[in-house]
């Protein structure tokens, strides 16, 4: 398997190259940021008018990696929607092929800025969400240990011989986890912004994704 | 023929001058609804252009704007109003002359609006602008005439058909407007007349004695240009003579990066502290403002300058242009040589630099192509529906439409008279629905039909529409400031790429000075002044442009020569050893050459196609050789030549190059790759798909916004016949891809490869390793490397 495996905690967890995490002992699939309904968000407040088709590559995503890893529980870590209109006016038939992946699984909705009520689809809507050893919960708070976040979509950079490659990483240390966002439409926040790097500790590790997951130590600013 | 106003006449004779002939016919052809003037530059074309109106308002006290001029340079609106008021003075004509583009305080603008001068000086953008606002008709009503200066640079780009569809526009609102086009350096008038008129109608062609031939040569220099890269240093010696000799002296570079690291260089050697600046469009407008200010008070001796003083401003006494660097196309070398000696019927003087060997070559050809007056330029295609997806836009900002009412105007612009009922409707579907086959969002309505008309669905968004008006899609840049407690001192921009590369502590070259870089605070790269290293230096954005092909064949056809007597010894010897190690280029043959290098293996393909062309044959090699499971890391390319490097030896390049893997692998490949994604983003700001990146908005969460890559792909994936993909196709096949050029070649050298494996880099071949923009292959050997990379590091860190 080509995902970046470590312990939390005493948690054994996989990074996957997709971006999402992977808890099999619990058999738990986590992923953060889907921001679904964007281009909808948007066309509705009078911006931009994007192609209208991120809900259903971010779907085809996760439906990769559920057939992937067969979870009995699907995590969403917060911002699964752009906003909580846009949970409402799903295009019919991403809402069935969201029913399709929720049939037969424990889902739980753990609430994040951009969606911070109860949405009419099905699965458990959180606050926050314990097991076992790890809480899990939208934006990382500074004093929590065994701790998996999301909220910042961090991005890393690497310098190659003079040319340098930028990808959503996982940022890990010995006390927490943050996700990079999951969603089709979402940027970056790259990981040597002073934010991260106060929430890192210093044998902080970055995961890239993409065709496989590379782990590296997190850039800083020099 | 009408004779002159006696106001004119004595202002003529009291300075001892007298009409031009060409001045004289544009006052004869005053009513003609469209007249191009060709004319020599110093030949009082813009006083042509203006005198028509200047009789007539002189004549008839009236009010309101009477006169639009439109001019591609915001500097050089400013001048001429400042070169037009003097004699309106002199004379004491009752006419107001103001100028208006992005430098204008919004107070001026909007009073402007309200009660306009009767001669406006302005840009295509502000155009576009001012016809968006709902007053436009009040404000352009009894309009009389238009006058496109340097109307042959606006034709090169998208700002001339924005500007055509912007008269189009004004023709509708004053139907009895009479437009006037000047130009210098024409290589096709009855197509840029055809750009220019008001379809169905003419334009007449008006062209000015050319004046005497230039007096240019190449600038012999004590030392031989370098093997490879440059930017002139070896000339700085010969070059300061020439400016000591010369009362003021332009010194035009290609780059910007080029002419900062020049004029660091020749401040160095500037011993006696000769005066000389330098001015490019990276630098702080204030920066650019003192220099062009001491230039026309004559306080310079020389500027180090790049395209930005390429067209019309008339500053100070320059008797001297010289031009370090391949020119790549006679055309701008024309122009550039005509900033020297504005007065007519005299020579302008202009010096050659070839800032390398290969240079001398490029030189040379051009020498021969000016000496035979033939310019060159490539013919423009029709009017890009990007741009017209922003007009139908920016129209619905002023006001309802009428679909078939646009449709009839906006084939009325020279570049859209072809344009089809079917194309033009698609594009309103973009600009109203986004134009997605997924119909399922009713919110997905930016403009609604309503008694027949288009109107925008929620008025609050003509501003955003005015936001993203234009057709210049910069990089995206940064500011650089001195830091200080009191905000600090402008210095110019860096693209934000570059910057990003910067850790503290580094340095680089801005404005002639080696900074250190602090820090980046709110999206400003602070820096301090500090002399101690050697400079990194700025990756400016800088249009590369393609040598011609005209000088490309003038190049070769040099090479089929036995000996080059016309060239300096250095460069004939350089090319005799090319020749004995290995071959020189053929123009129907393609030359193909292998070697190791630092552990790399190299191969060049000199296909002479011009840089765009050598670009895409860089992308369509590697897709190749990375499909063969070659491992390619990466190419850069030329005007001449590609030099492609990676993990495996290619020991037989021939099936590489097949035209028709080639033009199979093309399909695909135009599908996916970085130069698309390039030109979508472009298309897509332009036709107003996504935003212009603003500095403020940038400054909030730089999470929220993504790259438009990700746009790109998503509709390629589930929308392959979406309108923004049809353009991005098109606009890339012309402009970046150049595939035409690429097919040139392929049919000229028509499958005859000459492969030369070699031990070591050749003479040609060396200049290529210097050569900055290289391409890196996104493919397996990135994932190889990265993988050693990251462990590396890991290990490194005592983390594995």
């Known amino acids: 398997m080509s995902g970046y495996d470590f312990t939390l905690s005493g948690a054994r967890l996989t990074a996957r190259p997709s971006g999402a995490l992977w808890w099999p002992d619990e058999a738990v699939l986590v992923v953060s940021d889907l921001h679904l309904g964007k281009s909808e968000r948007l066309a509705r407040r009078g911006g931009a008018l994007l192609p209208p088709y991120e809900v259903r590559e971010t779907l085809a995503r996760l439906a990769a990696e559920i057939a992937a890893t067969g979870p009995r529980t699907v995590l969403c870590l917060g911002d699964s929607f752009d906003d909580l209109a846009a949970a409402g006016s799903l295009d019919p038939a991403d809402s069935a092929e969201l029913a399709r992946l929720m049939a037969g699984r424990r889902w739980l909705w753990v609430e994040g800025n951009h969606d911070p009520g109860p949405v009419e689809i099905g699965g458990t809507h959180l606050a926050e969400f314990r097991l076992g050893p790890l809480a899990f919960r939208h934006i990382a708070e500074p004093a929590a240990r065994g701790e998996i976040s999301g909220h910042y979509h961090p991005k890393a950079r690497l310098s190659l011989r003079g040319q340098a490659v930028s990808r959503p990483c996982f940022l890990i240390d010995a006390c927490r986890v943050i996700l990079p966002a999951f969603g089709a439409y979402t940027g970056g926040l790259r990981c040597d912004d002073p934010v991260l790097a106060g929430l890192m500790g210093p044998e902080a590790v970055a995961v890239l994704t993409g065709p496989a997951a590379r782990a590296m130590p997190m850039p800083r600013r020099g | ?800």
């Not at chain 2, 490029?362 to 310019?375: G, H, N, P």
């Not at chain 2, 134009?435 to 501003?463: E, F, H, N, T, W």
Request: hydrophobic content about 40%; glycine content about 10%.
């Open chain 2, 1 to 800: 023929m009408a004779p002159l106003p006696a106001p004119f006449q004595d202002w003529f004779s009291a300075r001892g001058w007298r009409i031009h002939p060409h001045q004289q016919d544009m006052l004869a052809r005053a009513d003609a609804p469209a007249l191009l003037l060709i004319a020599p530059t110093g030949g009082g074309k813009t006083l042509a252009g203006f005198l028509p109106s200047l009789v007539d308002l002189a004549g008839n006290s009236r009010q309101g704007l009477h006169t639009l001029y439109i001019s591609p340079l915001k500097a050089l609106a400013a001048d001429i109003g400042r070169n037009l008021r003097a004699p309106v003075g002199e004379m004491g004509l009752p006419i107001r002359i103001e100028d208006r583009t992005g430098d204008t305080p919004a107070s001026r603008r909007k009073r402007q609006r309200a009660d306009p001068p009767h001669i406006l000086l302005t840009t295509p953008e502000s155009l576009a602008l001012l016809l968006s606002y709902e007053d436009a008709p009040r404000v352009f009503a009894g309009l009389k005439r238009v006058i496109v200066d340097e109307v042959h640079a606006l034709a090169e780009s998208k700002r001339g058909d924005q500007l055509m569809l912007g008269l189009a526009r004004l023709q509708r609102l004053c139907p009895g407007l009479r437009r006037v086009g000047l130009s210098a350096t024409v290589e096709d008038p009855p197509a840029l007349a055809r750009f220019l008129a008001p379809h169905p109608g003419g334009c007449e062609i008006l062209t000015a004695d050319p004046g005497p031939a230039p007096d240019i040569s190449m600038l012999e220099t004590q030392a031989p240009p370098p093997w490879a890269g440059g930017g002139g240093r070896h000339a700085i010696p010969a070059i300061l003579n020439e400016v000591r000799r010369h009362r003021t002296t332009l010194i035009f570079h290609n780059t910007r990066a080029q002419a900062e690291i020049f004029f660091h260089d020749l401040w160095l050697a500037n011993d006696e502290g000769l005066p000389i600046g330098i001015h490019h469009g990276s630098l702080a407008r204030e920066a650019r403002e003192r220099v062009e200010a001491a230039m026309a008070k004559g306080d310079l001796r020389a500027v180090v300058c790049t395209g930005s003083l390429d067209l019309g401003i008339d500053w100070g006494d320059v008797d001297l242009v010289i031009q370090v660097g391949a020119p790549k196309n006679v055309k701008r070398l024309v122009q550039r040589i005509g900033r020297a000696n504005h007065r007519y019927n005299a020579p302008s003087k202009a010096l050659l630099v070839p800032a390398n060997r290969f240079e001398v070559v490029e030189c040379a050809a051009a020498l021969e192509a000016v000496r035979d007056r033939q310019l060159d330029g490539e013919p423009r295609g029709p009017g890009p529906r990007d741009v017209l997806c922003q007009h139908i836009l920016a129209g619905a900002a002023a006001g309802p439409f009428e679909a078939g009412a646009l449709y009839d105007e906006v084939t009325g612009a020279g570049p859209y008279t072809g344009l089809t009922r079917a194309q033009f409707d698609a594009c309103l579907d973009f600009a109203a629905t986004g134009g997605y086959a997924l119909r399922a969002y009713d919110r997905y309505q930016r403009l609604i039909s309503r008694d027949g008309k288009c109107q925008l669905r929620d008025p609050r968004s003509a501003a955003r529409i005015r936001m993203n008006l234009g057709t210049i899609v910069d990089t995206e840049t940064l500011k650089v400031r001195l830091k200080n407690s009191r905000g600090g001192t402008p210095l110019g921009e860096v693209e934000e790429g570059f910057a990003a590369t910067l850790t503290q502590g580094d340095t680089f070259l801005i404005g002639g000075q080696v900074v250190r870089y602090e820090g980046l605070r709110e999206m400003v790269v602070e820096v301090t002044r500090r002399a101690d290293r050697t400079p990194r230096v700025a990756t400016f954005m800088g249009t590369k442009f393609a040598t011609s092909t005209q000088l490309s064949d003038r190049i070769l056809a040099m090479f089929r020569q036995g000996r080059w007597p016309a060239l300096p010894g250095h460069t004939a010897e350089w090319l005799a050893l090319q020749r004995a190690l290995s071959q020189l280029p053929e123009r129907d043959r393609l030359l193909v050459e292998t070697f190791p290098h630092e552990g790399r293996a190299h191969l060049v393909a000199y296909g002479f196609a011009g840089r765009n062309a050598q670009q895409t044959l860089g992308l369509l090699l590697t897709q190749q050789m990375e499909r063969a499971g070659l491992h390619p890391l990466g190419f850069v390319a030329t005007d001449y030549a590609t030099l492609v490097w990676g993990l495996d030896e290619i020991t037989d390049p021939a099936p590489l190059f097949r035209t028709e893997t080639l033009r199979e692998g093309f399909a695909d490949w135009l599908a996916g790759n970085a130069v698309m994604k390039r030109t979508f983003r472009s298309s897509a700001v332009i036709a107003g798909l996504i935003d212009r990146m603003t500095p403020g908005r940038r400054k909030t969460g730089r999470q929220a916004t993504f790259s438009s890559d990700i746009l790109y792909d998503t509709l390629r994936k589930y929308d392959p016949g979406h309108l923004m993909l049809e353009i991005t196709r098109e606009e890339a096949l012309k402009g970046l891809v150049d595939f035409g050029r690429l097919e040139e070649m392929l049919a000229r050298t028509s499958g005859r490869i000459t492969h030369v494996p070699l031990p070591r880099v050749s003479p040609l071949a060396a200049p290529l390793f210097l050569e900055v923009g290289r391409v890196p292959v996104k493919g397996a050997a990135e994932e190889r490397l990265m993988a050693e990379e990251a462990a590396r590091l890991m290990a490194e860190a005592g983390l594995g």
